[in-house]
């Protein structure tokens, strides 16, 4: 555990939580492809079949993962689990929540189409609209431009889509 | 070659290449979007276009993306792309003591003759290298695309580990859908939507343009002011070519090789060259506040990556950087099979495309010239306009190319698992690059081992596979082996 190539090996990690996070979601992604490989029929005519590199490409995943993840908790054990999730920066909360947010109402604005089935004129106008005023800080000038913004993004997608690409639109 | 340009100087493709480069300028200048996220958010609206207008549009907006970053770079200190980032290090200080235009001048003049230098490369390699990869059996391509990906797992920011993690993930994620051997379905998660895996566009658009503009508003990026100070014009003197040429020739001829390495980009190019210059410069003492030798250096180096990057796409079908990953994205979409038979197949596109690299620099020129006082102000327009009509584009596009809302969730998806690479430090290239090129590398690899009923032993006794093996095994294994020099060096010091 000494040798310089195990020190080498276990440079500290700058972010041991984001290293544990992104080491368990990977081995868990690998995980579900080496169990959904198990289902795949034995090679018939060639010799590595269906699952061998998809299976193959998952292990090496796995094995990476674990080297990360044994970083990672080293780093931990050091700094007495008091390592911050991004080194020398706070995220504020906010910041967390804004992105978030646009996720989601990105995700509602797809839904609203292609689930409710709303026009995309009007599902963009208010998704547009909505999505610059927040992320303009809720400032009340703003939501007029953002609302002219919309309105001219919306039907001009519309018309450009429709009328000179002629595709369908969401 | 002259009835590429020919072909690109007819009046509606001499329009698209104006507007890409145009476009890739105006996007490449923005801090927080890049070429990339362009060319991913095009791809959909080019589903309607031929074959040649589309590549002419993309690679003019490729070759103007790479330039646009050196406007914020040299005004506001703040890269428009990563290839820009050495840029700052002359570029702001020259803007401090009152040279913005004599500074954007010279970067505007290097990045042209870097252009049409690494085209020149790209014209007389093309066909030689084509002539090459024709003959490299299926082991050789595989090797090729290993080199690729150890190349872009260890170069890329943050650490190799989690490179490699990248690469592997994206190679996952294009195994769903159809086996390309045996035709076998895989991995469907029992949804029928998922016949045909993640399609190339959702997944593009995901990682590169939503993710990227998801992380811009959890960066918390704000607008530019425009620097109202700046109002001189680009002062670009072709007496330049005469006093920094040394600096141009061997800047333009590291760019268009780091470029033609599979996996690497317009940034490492950049950095490289800068240190030749310093390295090789009688004032190194100079550099990093206002030497025009290191604005000469970078820009040369980060536009000859275009021309570079494209040789091994054109040549093999193996992505030179990740936009041309992303362009291998573009060929597939206009049923064009990257390799070395596209030539074969498709003349006039590849001719289009290697005229475009050309034309396009001299686009880039003269917008750059006379529109940069104007492209500057563009780029003060208040993010929370511009993000919420990017993300609309990118709905709008998906779903326009193919018709189904699954993509569209597919493309969230992606998004979300760009973001979670972005927090974790995961560099994006890698995951987009084992994206593409699984296909690839699966399908060289079993079809090898069928050729040779299932032997290894060939791929290690044939010169040419070894010789592409141990390549990629020393890139791979080289950030270890400089980690534990470093730590002996640390404890031998008393």
């Known amino acids: ?170 | 070659m002259f009835d590429g340009i020919l072909i690109v100087l007819q009046p509606l493709n001499f329009f698209w290449l104006v507007v890409g480069v145009g476009s890739g300028i105006v996007v490449g200048a923005i801090p927080g979007l890049s070429g990339a996220m362009l060319i991913a958010l095009t791809l959909p609206m080019t589903y309607y276009m031929g074959n040649i207008e589309a590549i002419i549009l993309l690679i003019g907006m490729y070759v103007g993306s790479i330039t646009g970053g050196l406007i914020t770079a040299i005004l506001f200190s703040i890269p428009g792309t990563p290839s820009s980032i050495v840029s700052t290090f002359d570029g702001y200080p020259m803007t401090l003591s009152g040279k913005a235009g004599r500074a954007l001048g010279l970067g505007v003049l290097s990045s042209f003759v870097g252009g049409v230098i690494s085209w020149a490369f790209l014209a007389a390699l093309f066909g030689p290298m084509t002539s090459i990869a024709l003959r490299f059996s299926s082991f050789d391509y595989f090797a090729m695309v290993l080199i690729g990906l150890a190349l872009i797992s260890t170069v890329s920011r943050g650490s190799t580990i989690k490179g490699l993690i990248g690469a592997g993930l994206g190679m996952l994620a294009a195994m769903p859908g159809i086996d390309p051997t045996s035709g076998q379905l895989r991995f469907q998660f029992g949804s029928s939507d998922m016949l045909n895996g993640f399609a190339t566009l959702p997944t593009l658009v995901g990682v590169f343009a939503v993710a990227i503009v998801l992380e811009a508003i959890f960066r918390n990026d704000h607008a530019i002011s425009s620097n109202a100070n700046w109002s001189q014009k680009v002062e670009i003197s072709f007496h330049d070519l005469a006093r920094h040429w040394k600096n141009l020739l061997r800047s333009s001829v590291v760019g268009t090789w780091i470029g033609v390495l599979p996996g690497l980009g317009g940034n490492v190019g950049s950095i490289i060259a800068y240190a030749f210059a310093r390295n090789s410069s009688k004032t190194p003492e100079k550099f990093g506040k206002g030497c025009e030798d290191g604005i000469v250096a970078s820009e040369a180096a980060n536009n000859a990556t275009v021309g570079g990057a494209l040789v091994p796409l054109v040549a093999m079908g193996i992505p030179g950087s990740v936009i041309d990953a992303i362009l291998i994205g573009a060929l597939m979409i206009h049923n064009l099979s990257p390799g070395p038979l596209l030539y074969r197949n498709a003349p006039d596109v590849i001719d289009a495309l290697i005229a475009s690299a050309l034309l396009g620099h001299v686009v880039m020129l003269f917008i750059m010239w006379f529109g940069t006082r104007y492209i500057a102000r563009l780029v003060s327009v208040p993010r929370h306009y511009l993000f919420p009509v990017i993300l609309v584009f990118c709905v709008v596009g998906v779903f326009s190319s193919s018709n189904i809302a699954f993509d569209l969730w597919v493309m969230l998806g992606f998004a979300v698992v760009g973001l979670f690479f972005s927090a974790t430090g995961v560099p994006l290239g890698p995951f987009v690059i084992g994206y593409i090129l699984a296909p690839i590398a699966e399908t060289n690899l079993r079809s090898g081992l069928m050729a040779t009923g299932g032997a290894i032993t060939p791929m290690f006794t044939h010169p040419l596979t070894l010789g592409l093996l141990s390549v990629s095994v020393v890139v791979l294994l080289w950030p270890f082996v400089s980690n534990v020099r470093q730590v002996r060096r640390a404890e031998e010091r008393p």
Not at chain 1, 129 to 141: D, E, N, Q, Y
């Open chain 1, 1 to 170: 555990m000494t040798s310089p190539i195990w020190k080498a090996k276990m440079i500290s990690s700058r972010s041991p939580l984001a290293d544990i996070a992104l080491a368990i979601a990977t081995i868990v992604i690998a995980g579900i492809f080496i169990g959904l490989s198990l289902d795949l029929p034995p090679p018939e005519y060639e010799p590595l079949g269906p699952a061998s590199v998809p299976v193959g490409v998952a292990l090496c995943c796995d094995g990476l993962s674990i080297f990360l993840l044994v970083r990672a908790s080293r780093e931990l054990q050091r700094t007495h689990g008091v390592a911050p999730l991004v080194p020398a920066r706070e995220i504020p909360g906010r910041l967390i929540l804004k992105t978030s947010a646009v996720l989601l109402w990105t995700g509602l604005y797809v839904a609203s189409m292609t689930i409710v089935r709303i026009p995309f004129v009007w599902s963009t106008a208010v998704y547009l609209t909505a999505l610059s005023w927040m992320l303009s800080g809720f400032r009340p000038k703003s939501l007029l431009v953002s609302a002219a913004i919309a309105l001219i993004v919306a039907f001009g997608c519309e018309y450009v889509f429709t009328h000179i690409f002629t595709t369908n639109l969401p």
